[in-house]
């Protein structure tokens, strides 16, 4: 194999290891929760990463704040404010890291020549460790990667969108649902809520949102069989390896 096309595989290697650093970085800055109320304030919502509601509470005085078929409106409402502050402080993490500029330097360095001279060195902090790796012959594995990308090109588009997953208390007095959007719409029995404790009431949300979570996690792991029967991490890690190698190329 040629020195020239050797240090341009280095290069993208180098590439790839900076953009999974900077990927990891961004990763990093995301919120763990947020939290966010309607503007009456009756109901209270935590978000988790993945836009997914981890818990649903209305206030002891909700009745108060909001009018009984205004409740489940209430609970949307507050799910938003929740997103909206989880995007927020993502957003500001993001703009102190300055990602976005250094995302512009990753790309312009593409264009750089590599230097022959001087290999660029990849960061032992966040490579990926194919030490161990012992790599199928090249074209075995190139033969993988492109039915890998078949399978991948074949697949329906429309079933990537997750599907809507309702989920309901006893006697689905309160039905939440979950979509790609996360909480999409909450259903409470308005004259059944009046008559119910707080904690009651409380109760209802969590079991509808436990059910809901339950279905979409269902939902989500079945279109997921597909792709992971692929085993793209052991496709990249005999990639890499072999690209480690200059004689997997001579």
Known sequence: MSGDIF??????????????????EVRDQMPEYADGE?????????????????????ASDWQRRQPPENLGAA?????GSAVSEWMERWSGG????DWEARAHQLDGSLDQPASAGEPPVSPETFERDV??????????????????????????????????????SAAHRVVITLGSQGLTSCEVDPEWAVQQSVVRLNQALDEALAEA???????Q????DAVADLNLGGLLEEAMAIMKNPRNFI
Request: hydrophobic share 35%.
């Open 221 to 224: 792991s079945g279109r997921q």
């Open 94 to 97: 993001l703009e102190q890291a």
């Open 131 to 168: 030490r161990y790796v012992v790599p199928r012959p090249i074209e075995e594995v190139a033969e993988d990667v492109l039915t890998a990308f078949d399978v991948v090109e074949r697949q329906d588009p429309e079933s990537s969108v997750q599907p809507e997953a309702r989920g309901g």
């Open 75 to 79: 609970v949307v409402e507050a799910y």
């Open 38 to 58: 309607d503007a009456q304030g009756a109901v209270r919502v935590r978000m988790i990463a993945g836009g997914v509601p981890e818990s649903i509470k209305v």
């Open 7 to 24: 240090q341009e595989l280095k290069q993208f290697q180098e590439y790839a290891n900076k953009m999974q650093q900077l990927m990891s």
């Open 213 to 219: 979570r339950a279905k979409s996690s269902s939902a």
